[in-house]
Structures are given as structure tokens and as C-alpha cells.
């Protein structure tokens, strides 16, 4: 067997901390070299949590001084790869060094904070590529859940999709360690939580519905409900397939009301998901069979970074982690906020 | 005691027979004199019923001649008021002609198929009352189904409404009684089973958020998912009430699906209502606490019959039964269908 690839891991946020950290040391197939973070103190915390599993690495940070630089960690030619998550704000900057230094990247969801800084993203890291070969993986851990592949599957069985509703109801607390991360609590990027957490339900649906019926246009209004959760905390969207289908797309992070449920509606019965628990009802009324399908609790980011250095052993990208996906995960929710911005006007989609 | 109020049924459908029929029975402030139907058959079905139960009553019908016509069955002065339960084409008609020779009417919703029809029904029925004193009510039951009326007290306790969802999914197959009256089957009223179901949940809603939160505009998507159930048997809308508050609403008789949520979140937590069961939650997250109110199952005809009665012999018409209210469960209704009609236009609400 080759030696692992030696990766870094860059950010040191509690989703760096808690998910891939523990994914890393998980993959037979990396070998965790350095990590880098804005500040030092947060790169020591990531790192000594490497440590204690018996993963020595370096250290290097925004506030370290040339040596132990960013652009010092993209020097090193024991470094392959870097799993980044940054705020989605500084991302697209800190990806296109690392392609351009030759280093693959698989980088958090969102790809961007917009479609213009995606579109951009992605033909930088094309051009960038022919030179270095470095590439870029979007990091939608969604996609690594199994109810969703399962679900897909059993929708596919049951007919053409004849509708849908997608529906997540929370309330994000001012003492969520998510809300006091200073980036989510004061957002620059559009959407703030519905684009944050949102991009996770957009990718639950495309994968649910797939492309026979991808999504063709939207309809959404968008409001602020809670005053913590600028700029807008609930959209209520209704989406139309290009296959015709019409579903009711139902987010709100700043509610009461307290709900997840993708329903996905076909001419032969109905599936009820969520990425632990799949309900799948075949026929109608009281002739109806219900069939339940528990699946053990993941959050998906150990398959996803086992299957992206796979992808980077064979030389062939994942499919479920290509930016072109990210970036229709991307538009689905861009489009429902500015739908809701224009006062509810139809937005059409050209990446799906 | 007064005597009770003679009165007459009118009409000889599944509903007239197995909820009127027995509502007028169970009420001691009525007494059924004479039943009328289209056909001399149907109304004899709609007599036997109440032979049965001791009490025996005149029959007339649409093919037994001038004697038993309608109109002669207008001119007996034993008869107060008439319970009319006919198709949504036919009953401004029936209407008109009863509230003419001085009867009180009960009629059952929608007031009728469109805004306009309405609007002149009521204008009429105003006009004609002053020389008459013949009363119109319109009969929605879901406004007399206990959960409804708990779960608005419930609501307006826990502060300002946020947000709100209502859905009912399920398929209308073609061996159900209802989808096998012929007017049911090849509708002429605009939306059919939307219509015709549909206003129970737009009176629903409506008395859920009561007057302050009442809707103020929608946007919509229909369509046709099931052949068998023209002209569209699916509504997926935005609708945002005049106090600023943005929900989903969500009908399908067409579908596979299956659900019936009425859930309203308010500043300090939610109501998730049906007719018979009502959950609160209030408070958040971990500290949310749930309550459970469950209510006898009813369809509310009888309390709805007994109201109406009480309602004529006070001289004060019920305030859940004024054609103003039932204009307001249509109009919500119909600017759906147009919302929809018109590829998701945004339409004004009036007269809510």
C-alpha cells in the first residue's frame, strides 16, 4: 500500500474541530502534516486535539509570522491536499492560493457566498488546474448521509415525482456554539443561516428529486422573524421541476415551529426522508404498505473525506463532490432570496 | 317552550343525508317538515331516513310537478327556514328563491363558485331581507369543530404570529362517494375538489389567525397532478397575512401523500391543530414544554344546525355563519386559483 497522502487542515472553527478532525485521523488514506487557522490559539486547539490521537503536526496561523504562514504551508512538498473551512466569506481566496501552489482542495459548502464569486471560483480553478492539476472538491456532507442515497433510490422505484415538500423549522439560539461563531452572528454573506445550513437542504432535495427532475424556477417570499438572525431567517418558496412538478420549500431558522420533512410525492407512493430514517409508502389509502429504514447516526463527513481521497488515488473527481453541484446547490437558495427580495417575482435556474 | 321551527331540507346528497338528516333530528329547536331533492327518488331516500326515526315529512321534488315543486313547498307558512345542501352551481339560485318568499336559509358552503356570484348573492339576500326578514347563513362545520375554536384561544395566548403552515395531501380515488356525484365528477365550479374541499381549510386557517393576522395577499402555483380531477386538483401558495406574518399553504386531493398539519408559531411557541386534537408547545428547544388537548370526533353539522336554530330565534344571526365570512373562506380560496391561473401573479385580498 502507498503511504497516505499528506494533507493540512485549514480553519480551526467547531465544524474543523468536531467533524473533520475526527474524520481525518479516521481515513486509512491521509495523514494529517499541519493545520492553519487565523489565530494561533485556535490552531493549537486543533492541533492538540490531532496530538492526542497520536498525530503530531505543525503548526501555522494568520498570526504566526512568515515562516508559519499560509503561504508557508503551501510550500511544503509533503502536503497533497487541504480540507478547508473557513468562513464562507474568506473561502474562494484562500482555495484559489492552494490550486494555484498545486495543492487539491476540498473545501466546505457553501462554494461561495454568491453565484458570481462560484462562477468566478470555478473558472479560476479550471484554468488554474491545467497548470498545477491541483483540483477542487466542495465538501457537501449531505451527500454522504445514507437515508438521502437510500431515499433516492426508493423514489426512483416509485414513478415519475408527481411533488414535494421540504420542510426544516428550528429556532437558532443566541447560545448556539454555531450562532457565536462572530462570522454567523454579524453575516456578510447573503441569506446568513438559510444560506449557512440551507445549502444542506437544497443538496437533500436535488438528490432526491434528481436531474429527470431537477429544479426549473421559484417562487419565494423570505422574512425576518427573529431579530438575532440578519438579514432574513424564513423562506417560504414553491419550486417547480422542469419535469412540472411543483413542491413547497419550507425554511425557517428563526422559528417556533419545530419540523424536518422531505416528502417527495410519486405516482406509486410517497417517501418520507431525513439522512437517519426512511419511510417509503407504496400505494394509497388504506391498501398503502409503509416501509421504515433506520440507518445509524452520521453526519457524513468521514465517507465524504474517505471518498475524496479516494477520488484523489484514482485521479477521478467524485460525483458528489464536484463544484458544478455545489454551485446548483448554491443558485436553488440564492434564487429563493432573491425571489423574496424582488417581492416574490419567478426566478429561473441555469444550474441544475 | 315555543314550539319548534318548522323547517324543510333541500337537497338529497351523501351529505344531506348522513349529517343534516341527523343533525335536524338531534336539534329540538327544529322540526322537519318536508324534504325537497332534484329527483322525487333521492328526496324519498332523504323522507325515509326520517320516518325512520319518527318523523314523518311532506316530500317534494324537482320531476313531481307543480304540487310538490319547490316553489309550492315556499309557500307553506309551517316552514321557517330550509337546510340547503345542493350542488355549488345550483344554490345561489335556491337560495334566492327561499330568502323571496320569506324562509331563513341554511346553505351549505362555499356561499358559491366564484367572488362575483357571491357578491351579488349577498347583495341580493341584503335587499330582499328588508321586505322578507328571511336571514341567509352559511354552514361551515369546521367552524364548529371544537379543535379549531381551542387552538385560536391557544394562539392568541402565545403572542404575535410568526409563521404558519397548513397542508392537507391525500388522493381523491375514483370509488369515493363523493368523487362519484356526478357534479363532483366533471366539476363546472372553478378548482373542483379544491374548491369544495378547500374551503374547510381556508376557513380553518383563517380561524386559526384570527382577525389580526388575517391574509392579506398570495401567491400561488396549481396544477393537475391526477387525471380524474379537473380542472386542477393541486395548490401550492404563499400567503402573508396583513400584520406581516408568511406561510405555506399546501392542497393536493391528487396526491400520494399524505398529511394534515395546521401548525401556527407565535413569538413564545406553537399550535399544531386538527379538528379533534390539538398540541401547544410552548417555550423552546429543550426548555419547550407540550401539551395534548384531545376533543370527541365531530363534524360539527350538529352544533352548526343547533347554532343556526338558536341563532333564528334570538332574531341575531351567528357570527360563524354570515355569508361575510364564508365570502372571506371563497376569496382566500379563489385568489389562489387565480394566483395560479395567472403563473403566480400576486393577488390582493379584500374581504377578509
Redesign the interface.
Known amino acids: 500500500m502507498a503511504a497516505p497522502l499528506g494533507i493540512a487542515l485549514v480553519g480551526g472553527g467547531i465544524f474543523m474541530k468536531e467533524q473533520h478532525v475526527p474524520a481525518a485521523l479516521a481515513c486509512p488514506l491521509v495523514s494529517v502534516k499541519a493545520v492553519w487557522s487565523r489565530s494561533l490559539k485556535s490552531a493549537e486547539g486543533t492541533a492538540k486535539l490531532l496530538v492526542d490521537a497520536g498525530t503530531p503536526v505543525d503548526v501555522y496561523s494568520g498570526d504566526s509570522g512568515l515562516e508559519k504562514s499560509y503561504d508557508s504551508l503551501l510550500k511544503r512538498e509533503d502536503i497533497t491536499g487541504l480540507i478547508l473551512a473557513l468562513p464562507i466569506m474568506d473561502q474562494p481566496s484562500y482555495i484559489e492560493k492552494a490550486l494555484a501552489a498545486g495543492k487539491h482542495v476540498l473545501a466546505e459548502k457553501p462554494i461561495a457566498k454568491d453565484l458570481d464569486t462560484a462562477i468566478k471560483l470555478i473558472g479560476y480553478s479550471k484554468e488554474v488546474s491545467i497548470e498545477t492539476q491541483a483540483t477542487l472538491a466542495i465538501a457537501e456532507n449531505f451527500r454522504f448521509m445514507k437515508g438521502w442515497a437510500y431515499a433516492a433510490e426508493e423514489i426512483e422505484k416509485?414513478g415519475r415525482v408527481?411533488?414535494f415538500?421540504v420542510?426544516h423549522?428550528s429556532?437558532m439560539?443566541t447560545n448556539n456554539k454555531y450562532y457565536n461563531t462572530p462570522w454567523r452572528t454579524k453575516p456578510e454573506h447573503q441569506g446568513g443561516f438559510l444560506l449557512d445550513g440551507g445549502v444542506h437542504y437544497t443538496a437533500g432535495i436535488r438528490k432526491l428529486l434528481g436531474e429527470d427532475h431537477a429544479i426549473a424556477n421559484v417562487?419565494?417570499?423570505t422574512?425576518l422573524?427573529?431579530s438575532h438572525l440578519p438579514p432574513k431567517d424564513?423562506i417560504?418558496?414553491?419550486l417547480?421541476t422542469k419535469s412540472?412538478?411543483?413542491?413547497?420549500y419550507?425554511h425557517?431558522t428563526g422559528?417556533?415551529?419545530?419540523?424536518y420533512d422531505f416528502?417527495v410525492?410519486?405516482?406509486?407512493?410517497?417517501v418520507k426522508a431525513t439522512p437517519d430514517k426512511v419511510v417509503t409508502?407504496r400505494g394509497?389509502?388504506a391498501d398503502?404498505k409503509s416501509e421504515e429504514k433506520i440507518f445509524e447516526k452520521s453526519s457524513g463527513v468521514k465517507e465524504e473525506v474517505q471518498a475524496w481521497a479516494e477520488a484523489l488515488i484514482s485521479g477521478k473527481p467524485h460525483p458528489e463532490q464536484t463544484p458544478e453541484l455545489a454551485l446548483g446547490d448554491l443558485e436553488l437558495l440564492e434564487k429563493m432570496l432573491t425571489s423574496g427580495d424582488e417581492?416574490?417575482t419567478?426566478q429561473k435556474l441555469e444550474y441544475q
Do not use: F, K, P, W
Open positions: 416509485l408527481t411533488g415538500v420542510r423549522n429556532m439560539q417562487i419565494a417570499l422574512s422573524i427573529t424564513t417560504n418558496a414553491i417547480q412540472g412538478a411543483v413542491g413547497s419550507i425557517s422559528t417556533t415551529m419545530q419540523a416528502h410525492a410519486c405516482e406509486h407512493g410517497y409508502v394509497l389509502g398503502a417581492d416574490g419567478r
